[in-house]
């Protein structure tokens, strides 16, 4: 009893001692060197915001909803289930799902039980999935219907014990179920047996364990595996702890104003990438906002988004809002959306600045601001000023968490202003890469007296202690023993009027060791023999001679991830 009341009298000292920073420190101005963390689980924390808001909407799915009192309700149905089949606390549990209510209230019942989600793509290949699965080892798996048939392929390879099958209608209205399948077509036929179970049957299991399911979990235990690194080689395996996702839900709340209850905000960022799980799903769970899941991502439904959900908050890579600029929007359109986050990838100042224009335009208040992250930090690292117009700044580190400029031939600090590694500390650093020495060792480095992650990004710190990006460290050009960093040229390339999109990279060359190779997308009806002309102009009055491209190639599109970032790796193939 006593314990639960200094619970209560130490959440509402957090909850004030934030309200007063907020005002006295606004955007980024001057943060607090040192919070005070949670230091339970991430259930803990979505089950203390259910006790602060118990009847705001937490989760929004289609035309379902359920409140904070009933989403926790469900997932402690689903913890008594995960118990009833046998999981105990160290157990890995993959989740293969796209946001569904399924999913996220899987996700927070695996961490009240004490086990580790390992969430992966739906979309993988079925040698991608055994990889993952036997990985981890996974006791038990949550997976979409239309995976199943890849993953029969392969699940007598894996230590799988029990598969759940779900379907993305389960928590939709019947209405919109039947309207759904319509559209769709038939359902997905799956038979059961002694592994393979669906949902319902999953229920069932509830009534095999009696008694509380929570299980008392350290802060600094795992909470979940993501992946990194896969377009470079094998996926590494990022751990993250309770309190690397629960500091850097606080941090947030220190560093930006918009995470109040009266807010909303559209998820489709999926649920197995770190900017969707903690920056879209996590940090707003904890404030008590409404989280609209969209299991499957149209751009061009986003008008219908918008005019369905009226939601103020969406977290997007660039791409999106390239998007929204070319999108025709009516006279106040756009006044229900308020905070535009981007993150994911590099965002050039032309699309920032344009993105801001249409969303002003059309009546939104909201101005573009960068999130600048990795998964090994746990997403997001810092957030740029909100009135900064140069998208190569992306801002102050946040709280508890540092920046430093490490010298890019030399295990040592970089002086102010030059070029070098981006290393980032604080508590929302990885534990470590699942099972692989060798990497979690490459990926920290000692300075300073202090330990620091090594971001793989090059950028310089200025006087005023923000911090620049220029490139990714493995995209970076040497020609002739110059660096040459391709974001830079491909801003360079983007001033230009006739151009739509491009991407640089390097390419071999016998005599300069690598030379300068730019896509370039051009504007509609624009000719590419006069685009030539004016795209070297404006390349030879901003860069020198060394950093110009030696090669163009004009394209019709650029091809993208998944994830909807430019796969620079397939640019590397085109001749």
């Known amino acids: 009893m006593l314990e639960k009341l200094f619970l209560k009298l130490k959440n509402l000292y957090r909850r004030i001692d934030m309200k007063i920073n907020r005002r006295k420190y606004g955007y980024l101005d001057k943060l607090p060197k040192n919070i005070k963390y949670f230091k339970g ?6 089950y203390d915001a259910s006790c602060k808001w118990p009847h705001n909407v937490a989760i929004e799915y289609y035309d379902r909803q359920f409140t904070y009192r009933e989403f926790i309700k469900e997932t402690d149905k689903v913890a008594r289930c995960l118990r009833g089949l046998g999981v105990e606390k160290g157990d890995y549990i993959t989740v293969c799902m796209p946001n569904t209510p399924e999913a996220t209230m899987f996700f927070y019942a695996i961490n009240q039980v004490g086990a580790i989600a390992n969430m992966i793509h ?14 981890t080892k996974s006791k038990v798996m949550l997976c979409i219907d239309i995976t199943y048939p890849k993953l029969k392929e392969i699940i007598d390879n894996t230590k799988v014990e029990k598969v759940i099958i ?57 909470a979940v595996i993501l992946y990194s690194g ?3 080689g094998t996926p590494k395996g990022v751990v993250l702890t309770n309190m690397n996702l629960n500091a850097e839900a606080l941090q947030a709340a220190y560093a930006v104003s918009f995470l109040v209850p009266e807010n909303s905000i559209l998820t ?11 920056v879209s799903t996590h940090i707003p769970l904890n404030y008590g906002m409404r989280v609209i899941l969209i299991p499957q991502f149209n751009i061009k439904k986003l008008k219908h988004y918008m005019r369905k959900y009226r939601f103020n908050i969406m977290c997007g890579v660039p791409t999106i809002y390239d998007y929204i600029t070319k999108m025709k929007w009516k006279k106040n359109e756009l006044k229900d959306f308020k905070i535009a ?30 999130g600048y992250g990795l998964t090994e930090a746990s997403s997001v690292v810092s957030y740029s000023p909100i009135e900064e117009k140069n ?72 006087k005023k202690g923000l911090m620049h990006y220029q490139s990714r460290l493995k995209r ?56 030539r002309t004016k795209i070297q102009k404006v390349l030879k009055e901003n860069l020198a001679r060394f950093e110009q491209p030696r090669e163009f190639k004009y394209v019709d599109s650029l091809p993208i991830t998944k994830l909807g970032k430019i796969a620079y790796k397939e640019l590397e193939n085109i001749k």
């Open 166 to 222: 779900a379907s993305a209608t389960r928590s939709m209205e019947k209405i919109v179920q039947f309207i759904y399948w319509l559209k769709k077509g038939r359902k997905l036929k799956v038979k059961e047996d002694t592994r393979v179970i669906l949902w319902k049957t999953f229920e069932k299991y509830e009534k095999k364990f009696v008694g509380n399911p929570r299980v008392i979990v350290d802060a600094d235990d795992p």
């Open 41 to 46: 689980s991430l259930y803990d924390a979505i």
């Open 391 to 462: 998208a190569e700044i992306i801002g102050y580190a946040l709280p508890n968490c540092d920046f430093l400029v490490k010298d890019l031939n030399a295990d040592a600090e970089a002086p102010l202003g030059e070029s070098g590694e981006i290393l980032v500390s604080g508590p929302v650093l990885m534990k470590e890469y699942l099972d692989d020495e060798k990497e979690t060792k490459n990926a920290f480095i000692e300075l300073n007296g202090k330990k620091w992650l090594r971001t793989g990004d090059v950028g310089f710190l200025d």
């Open 268 to 278: 489709f960022l999926p649920n197995f990438h770190c900017f969707g799980l903690a």
């Open 230 to 232: 896969g377009t470079t």
């Open 476 to 531: 970076m050009i040497i020609t002739s023993g110059y660096n040459v960093y391709p974001s830079q040229v491909e801003k360079v390339i983007m001033s230009s009027e006739v151009v739509d999109k491009c991407a640089v990279i390097g390419v071999p060359d016998k005599n300069k060791g690598e030379i300068v190779k730019a896509f370039i997308v051009l504007k509609e009806g624009i000719n590419s023999i006069i685009a």
């Open 122 to 135: 739906p979309l993988s290949s079925e040698k991608e999935i055994e990889y993952y699965l036997n990985k």
């Open 341 to 370: 986050l981007v993150g994911g990838d590099a965002i050039s100042t032309e699309l920032k600045e344009l993105t801001n224009e249409t969303l002003k335009k059309y009546g939104s208040p909201a101005k573009l601001q960068i």
